[in-house]
C-alpha cells in the first residue's frame, strides 16, 4: 500500500460535492497538501469548479480564479505577472482544469503559455470527456470509449498531449495517477522546485463518466497504469524521458471490462485498442532508453 508523504494542511476540507468514491477529490487533497497555501488557484468550467465550490463556502484553502473554459493559460500568465508585480515571485500559481479545458477548449492558450515558458504548475485532471457536462467526448476520449457525443465509440486516438508539450521543450511534464499517490505527490514536490511551466496530467477514472461503481476509482487507476493504457513518466526539458512505472504486465482486457464505456465492444476493437497500446508502449521505451 502506498504511503503519502505529506503533512495535512487543510488545504482541501470536508463538505466538498465531488461524486462519492471520486478520485479526483482525493487527488486534489494530496496535490494542494503539497503545494501549500502560499498559492492562488485558476480553475476553469470542469468538475474542479465544482469540487471547489464557490466563495464564501470553498472547499480549498486557497484563492480561487475561476476563469472561462478557453483561457487558464492566459488567465494563469495574467495573474503570475500580479503577483511578480507585488514582488510575490514565490506565490505558486496553480492551474486546475479538466481534459476538455486543456486538450481542447483551453489549449491555445496553455500552448502559448509554454512558449513563453511562464512560471505556472498546470495540472490538468483527465477523465477522458466533458464530464460535468453530462459526458461528452473531449480529444482525450480514448478509441472506441462510448460517449454522450459519441454512443457507438469515438473514431479516433486519445491525443497525446505530453508529447506535444514535450516537444515545446517544457522544463517539466509528466502524467500521475491516484492509484500511485506517493508517486504523484513526489512530483507535485518536483515540479514545484523547478522554475517555469510545468504540467502534470492526472488520470481520473470517472464513476458515472466511465460506467464504474463508486468503489472502482482506484482500481481503474491501477489498471490503466498497469496494462499501459496510462503510462507513468516524466519528460524534463523536451528530451530526458523517465518511466516509473515499468512493468507493465497486463492486457487491456480487464481494463476495459470494468467500465460499460467499452460494453460495446467486439474482439476485433479489443484487439486494435491493444495493438495500439503496445506500439505506444514500445515507442516510449525507446525514447526512455535514448535519454539514459
Ligand atoms: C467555450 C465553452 N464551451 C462550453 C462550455 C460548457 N462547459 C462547461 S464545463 C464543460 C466541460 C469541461 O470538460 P473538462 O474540461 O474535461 O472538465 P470535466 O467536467 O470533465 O472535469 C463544458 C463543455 C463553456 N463553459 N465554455
Ligand atoms: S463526474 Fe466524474 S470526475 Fe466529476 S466529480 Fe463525478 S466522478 Fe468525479
Ligand atoms: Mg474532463
Redesign the pocket.
Not at 206 to 209: A, E, K
Given at each position: 500500500m502506498d504511503f503519502v508523504n505529506f503533512k495535512e494542511s487543510n488545504a482541501f476540507m470536508s463538505g466538498h460535492v465531488?461524486?462519492p468514491?471520486?478520485?479526483?477529490?482525493l487527488s486534489m487533497r494530496v496535490i494542494l497538501n503539497k503545494v501549500g497555501p502560499n498559492a492562488v488557484a485558476v480553475v476553469p468550467p470542469s468538475?474542479t469548479a465544482?469540487?471547489c465550490g464557490p466563495h464564501p463556502n470553498s472547499a480549498i484553502g486557497i484563492p480561487v480564479y475561476h476563469t472561462s473554459l478557453e483561457s487558464s493559460g492566459a488567465s494563469a500568465s495574467g495573474v503570475r505577472r500580479a503577483l511578480n508585480a507585488q514582488g510575490k515571485n514565490d506565490t505558486t500559481v496553480l492551474v486546475m482544469a479538466g481534459d476538455g479545458g486543456t486538450y481542447d477548449i483551453g489549449f491555445q492558450a496553455l500552448s502559448s503559455a509554454v512558449e513563453r515558458n511562464e512560471d505556472i504548475l498546470y495540472i490538468c485532471?483527465d477523465?477522458e470527456g466533458y464530464?460535468?457536462t453530462g459526458g461528452q467526448k473531449s480529444a482525450s476520449t480514448p478509441l472506441h470509449a462510448a460517449t454522450g457525443s459519441t454512443p457507438a465509440g469515438k473514431v479516433s486516438k486519445k491525443k497525446n498531449i505530453i508529447e506535444m508539450l514535450a516537444a515545446q521543450e517544457i522544463p517539466y511534464v509528466a502524467t500521475a495517477s491516484p492509484g500511485h499517490l506517493e508517486d504523484m505527490a513526489n512530483k507535485v514536490e518536483k515540479a514545484m522546485a523547478i522554475k517555469g511551466m510545468r504540467f502534470i496530467a492526472v488520470n481520473?477514472p470517472?464513476?458515472?463518466?466511465w460506467g464504474l461503481e463508486d468503489n472502482q476509482?482506484i482500481t481503474s487507476s491501477r489498471l490503466a497504469v498497469e496494462c499501459g493504457m496510462f503510462p507513468l513518466y516524466e519528460v524534463e526539458n523536451g528530451y530526458k524521458y523517465t518511466l516509473n512505472w515499468k512493468n507493465k504486465d497486463n492486457s487491456v482486457d480487464e481494463y476495459l471490462k470494468m467500465q460499460k464505456r467499452y460494453r460495446h465492444l467486439t474482439e476485433e476493437a479489443i484487439n486494435e485498442i491493444q495493438v495500439s497500446i503496445d506500439a505506444d508502449w514500445e515507442r516510449l521505451l525507446k525514447k526512455v532508453r535514448a535519454s539514459e
Open positions: 465531488a461524486c468514491g471520486c478520485v479526483e477529490a468538475c465544482v469540487i485532471f477523465n464530464m460535468n481520473i470517472c464513476l458515472p463518466g476509482g
